[in-house]
């Protein structure tokens, strides 16, 4: 068994671990042996061969305004009511991408933790859980809300849930954890680091990870058999995100779509959003913005703007069936490398803390579903009523400026209806506890 293992991470260059392993005690090597070599090598190292590969062609994608486009009030009520049926109909459930680190962010603890406020309490996991109960209430279902979690957050996630959920509101029941994989962290040279004696240094496997087990999890099944026609995903650091919007579940339906992704223009060619595409194939895409080529310089008075401006907010519709066949199939969503700091034991077993990025951390990305569906579409919203992202500490996407857009939101729905603004929500920014400037 040893050997078989040693072979292996012989064969996929790892001969460092084979090596480290001989310097563990004996009752921890074969653990140790038999964890490594069960890493997909040659997946990852093909992915690291394909670092660098030039971005296929890509051309503006054709982009669905529903708010506006559908501009008879009688067209887009019809389209809404389709959505509502689903959701009435117990046809939809949501999956929530809680597995992230948020290195950015730097919180000690799942990002879904933090506390938003503006009152004591509400962090963001009760923010969504709020929304998932009320989307529950307002059509006689409880809506299945399921988290991915991975071992970076599983534990505390649980807790969360464990402790809150009733008060939060939600149906014993109603939410499930799932658990992402994890991947190696790999140095320049392709080999694996270790965290730890005896201990790879291991990250979450991505967003996509969502995909690789809700296929292997026996999930998709179980949504079928809940009787779940649309999975809906998004993402835990985005406070303003509707998952269970009618009119992109009933656009859903009238289209027969097997994918759909709500976009928003960017706000600047650079700003750090996905952005929707079409390929040669005509196939819609999304492309992460680190893989972008750079958008082409202003020129003084010139107009120009980079012809890929619908970013992605990450809020998406699956077709369970489409979801369901592709997982019969086989079919696995592609790694992509970043480079990231990780900490790590040296060759002489001390340990490092890197101040710059120094390895690369590999992940799949739950968009690359999209390019798999012969029917995608591109859903536009509006920014302010959608998008309230929380990634870093201070400045541009923080907690105060998701806060400022989440507070003008909550503004905005309390004059339309000409109710009075709870006095928690009365707060002005500036009064707003956070770190960096309102
Ligand atoms: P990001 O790519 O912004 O990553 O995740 P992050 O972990 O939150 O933050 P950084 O990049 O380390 O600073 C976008 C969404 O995808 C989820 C995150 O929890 C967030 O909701 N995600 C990300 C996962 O669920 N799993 C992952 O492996 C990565």
Same mark, same amino acid.
Do not use: C
């Given at each position: 068994m040893n050997a078989e293992a040693s072979q292996r991470l012989a064969a996929?260059?790892?001969?460092?671990? *084979?090596?480290?392993?001989?310097?563990?005690?004996? #009752?921890?090597?074969? %653990?140790?042996?038999?964890?490594?070599?069960?890493?997909p090598w040659e997946e990852l190292s093909s992915a690291l061969d394909a670092v660098g590969s030039p971005v296929p062609e890509l051309r503006p994608p054709q982009t669905y305004s529903l708010g506006r486009q559908l501009n008879q009030h009688e067209e887009?009520?019809?389209?809404?009511?389709?959505?509502?049926?689903?959701?009435?109909?117990?046809?939809?459930?949501?999956?929530l991408l809680a597995g992230g680190q948020g290195t950015r962010l730097g919180y000690a603890g799942p990002k879904g933790n933090v506390e938003f406020g503006p009152d004591e309490g509400r962090t963001l996991y009760r923010i969504h859980a709020e929304?998932? /109960?009320?989307?529950?209430?307002?059509?006689?279902?409880? @809506?299945?809300?399921?988290?991915l979690v991975s071992a970076a957050t599983e534990e505390a996630t649980r807790a969360a849930f464990d402790e809150n959920s009733e008060a939060w509101g939600l149906q014993p029941g109603q939410v499930r954890f799932l658990v992402q994989g994890t991947l190696p962290a790999l140095d320049d040279d392709g080999r694996a680091l270790l965290a730890a004696p005896g201990q790879l240094a291991l990250a979450p496997d991505g967003h996509g990870g969502a995909f690789e087990t809700v296929a292997s999890a026996g999930v998709l099944s179980e949504l079928r058999d809940r009787g779940v026609d649309v999975l809906?995903?998004?993402?835990?650091?985005?406070? +303003?995100? $509707?998952?269970? #919007?009618?009119? =992109?579940?009933?656009? =859903? /339906?009238? $289209?027969?779509?097997? !994918?759909?992704?709500?976009? @928003?223009?960017? !706000?600047?060619p650079d700003e750090k959003v996905g952005v929707f595409a079409r390929d040669l194939k005509g196939r819609t895409r999304i492309v992460e913005y680190s893989e972008l080529p750079p958008p082409?310089?202003?020129?003084?008075?010139? !107009?120009?703007?980079?012809? +890929?401006?619908?970013?992605?907010?990450?809020?998406?519709?699956?077709?369970?069936?489409? +979801?369901?066949?592709? %997982?019969?199939?086989?079919?696995?969503l592609p790694?992509?490398?970043?480079?990231?700091?990780?900490?790590?034991? #040296?060759?002489?077993?001390?340990?490092?803390?890197?101040?710059?990025?120094?390895?690369?951390?590999?992940?799949?990305?739950?968009? #690359?579903?999209?390019?798999?569906?012969?029917?995608?579409?591109?859903?536009?919203?509006?920014?302010?009523?959608?998008?309230?992202?929380?990634?870093?500490?201070?400045?541009?996407?923080?907690?105060?400026?998701?806060? @400022?857009? *989440?507070?003008?939101?909550?503004?905005?729905?309390?004059?339309?209806?000409r109710l009075e603004l709870p006095a928690e929500v009365r707060l002005a920014p500036r009064e707003i506890d956070g770190p960096g400037d309102a």
């Open positions: 996929a260059g790892q001969e460092h671990l *084979v090596r480290h392993a001989e310097s563990l005690p004996e #009752d921890e090597r074969a %653990a140790f042996l038999s964890a490594a070599a069960a890493q887009r009520k019809r389209i809404r009511n389709l959505g509502q049926g689903l959701l009435a109909g117990g046809r939809v459930a949501t999956l929304r998932i /109960v009320a989307a529950s209430e307002k059509y006689g279902r409880p @809506v299945p809300l399921y988290v809906t995903t998004y993402q835990v650091d985005n406070p +303003l995100g $509707r998952s269970l #919007d009618p009119l =992109m579940l009933g656009w =859903m /339906v009238e $289209r027969r779509l097997q !994918a759909i992704g709500k976009a @928003v223009r960017k !706000a600047t082409p310089e202003p020129t003084p008075g010139d !107009a120009v703007e980079s012809p +890929l401006m619908m970013g992605s907010i990450a809020i998406h519709g699956f077709s369970v069936r489409w +979801l369901h066949d592709l %997982a019969q199939a086989g079919q696995h790694l992509h490398a970043a480079r990231k700091k990780v900490p790590h034991l #040296d060759e002489s077993g001390n340990r490092v803390e890197p101040s710059e990025p120094n390895a690369t951390k590999l992940e799949r990305f739950i968009f #690359d579903l999209f390019p798999m569906a012969e029917r995608a579409e591109v859903h536009e919203v509006k920014r302010e009523w959608e998008f309230a992202p929380v990634k870093n500490p201070e400045g541009v996407d923080s907690l105060v400026s998701s806060r @400022v857009l *989440v507070d003008a939101e909550v503004r905005r729905w309390h004059e339309s209806r």
